[in-house]
């Protein structure tokens, strides 16, 4: 079983909606919690990032850690034609030089 | 542009040959990673250097797998004797880790090298 699960999508909204990613993991070490977007044929580049437990806002997107349940979410509010792309959890414990990641959920944004 | 380089871009070669790939980091940054990404997963962390030297190797990183990076700047990926299982997306990343701390620091990725093995 993967160290961390991430819900496959593909994802289809109408523009305007609330988009909900979800992903799960197993390792308890890890304390910092990574959200890259990713468009097709780029890089992934980073899009949030959670130490350990809690809520972090940025604009439209809000990232949440409930590490008691090992659970992470990205909500997207007033999604738009350009959020469209891939979207990789890649949590990553203290002590690690690298970020482990999901397998990316699909979402489009339909206008 | 100051961004993170991967040089080709693309690359077709066929089962049985060599191929090397060239990452050329953000300026300064001391920290290098390689990831190998196959279609509909995630990145897999194959292998980071730290200036030279080389401080992790993933498993998935076999004997036919080696990475150099020799003055700490730009680094190569060479794949010896290529297996069809071999083409994904090669990704590079950097990241600028400040006093031997090693909490978070964002990695920076490179547009990736995609190769196919014929």
């Known amino acids: 079983q993967k160290e961390v699960e991430q819900d496959p999508g593909p994802l289809s909204v109408p523009e305007g909606a609330i988009v909900s990613l979800n992903c799960t993991y197993s390792?308890?070490?890890?304390?910092?919690f990574m959200w890259y977007r990713q468009y097709s044929r780029k890089g992934p580049e980073l899009l949030m990032y959670t130490y350990s437990s809690g809520n972090k806002e940025d604009g439209r997107f809000t990232a949440q850690v409930d590490k008691s349940s090992k659970y992470i979410s990205l909500f997207i509010r007033d999604s738009q034609p350009s959020d469209s792309a891939t979207y990789l959890c890649?949590?990553?414990?203290?002590?690690?030089?690298?970020?482990?990641f999901g397998d990316g959920t699909t979402l489009t944004v339909k206008p | 542009d100051t961004g993170v380089s991967q040089d080709p871009r693309h690359k077709i070669t066929k089962r049985g040959q060599n191929v090397t790939f060239r990452c050329d980091p953000i300026?300064?940054?001391?920290?290098l990673y390689w990831y190998r990404q196959t279609l509909g997963q995630g990145p897999e962390f194959l292998t980071y250097?730290?200036?030279?030297?080389?401080?992790?190797k993933s498993r998935l990183l076999s004997d036919r797998f080696s990475a150099e990076r020799p003055k700490g700047s730009f680094s190569t990926l060479e794949i010896q004797r290529t297996e069809q299982g071999d083409s994904a997306m090669y990704l590079c990343a950097s990241s600028l880790v400040l006093g031997g701390r090693e909490a978070y620091n964002e990695q920076f990725f490179g547009p990736g090298t995609r190769l196919t093995v014929l």
């Open positions: 890649a949590p990553r414990d203290t002590n690690a030089g690298k970020s482990t």
């Open positions: 390792n308890s070490a890890f304390q910092y």
């Open positions: 250097f730290q200036n030279e030297a080389q401080l992790e």
């Open positions: 300026s300064e940054h001391n920290r």
